[in-house]
């Protein structure tokens, strides 16, 4: 039988884990579904683009086997976008979507920590009962 932590630790793990699908499904959905043109982007909107969604999904993707790295990726990724918005326009992002996109990946993050595992630990995290 689990102890409270761990059990907690393990909600936080599934949640970052179906979290991110859902994220990662709905953000696609967003830029494939649009049908712009790519070519009338300019070059500072495809690094917004690159920072997110692009690093906030390729970080949630890196949570799945490296948590820590994955939550890390999502931060940086997160925190970049915001700092080039707030470069090119003067002002953050409206609204909390930016954030509740990325916020799985960051679950990765604190499901590392809460599990105390190093931060390049070489086998991925198991799964209650030994699965994986």
Same mark, same amino acid.
């Given at each position: 039988? $689990?102890? $409270?932590?761990? /059990?907690?630790?393990?909600?936080?793990?599934?949640? *970052?884990?179906?979290?991110? %699908?859902?994220?990662?499904? =709905?953000?696609? #959905?967003?830029?494939?579904?649009?049908?712009?043109?790519? #070519?009338?982007?300019?070059? %500072?909107?495809? +690094?917004? /683009? *690159? =920072?997110?969604?692009? @690093?906030?999904? %390729?970080?949630? !993707?890196?949570?799945?086997?490296?948590?820590?790295?994955?939550?890390?990726?999502?931060?940086?990724?997160? /925190?970049?976008?915001? @700092? !080039? $918005?707030?470069? +090119?326009?003067?002002?953050?992002? @409206?609204?909390?979507?930016? !954030? *509740?996109?990325? +916020?799985?990946?960051?679950?990765?993050?604190?499901?590392?920590? =809460?599990?105390? &595992?190093?931060?390049?630990?070489? &086998?991925?995290?198991?799964?209650?009962?030994?699965?994986?």
């Amino acid at each position: 039988m $689990q102890t $409270q932590p761990s /059990l907690f630790a393990t909600a936080v793990r599934w949640a *970052a884990r179906i979290g991110s %699908l859902i994220s990662i499904g =709905l953000l696609l #959905a967003f830029v494939f579904g649009e049908g712009g043109d790519p #070519a009338a982007l300019a070059p %500072l909107d495809w +690094l917004g /683009l *690159a =920072l997110f969604p692009g @690093g906030v999904i %390729l970080g949630m !993707l890196v949570g799945f086997w490296r948590e820590g790295w994955g939550g890390a990726m999502t931060l940086v990724s997160i /925190l970049a976008f915001y @700092g !080039l $918005q707030f470069a +090119l326009s003067g002002r953050l992002p @409206g609204g909390p979507y930016f !954030l *509740a996109f990325a +916020l799985p990946g960051l679950f990765f993050g604190v499901s590392w920590w =809460l599990h105390n &595992e190093p931060f390049d630990h070489a &086998e991925p995290p198991g799964l209650p009962g030994g699965a994986v």
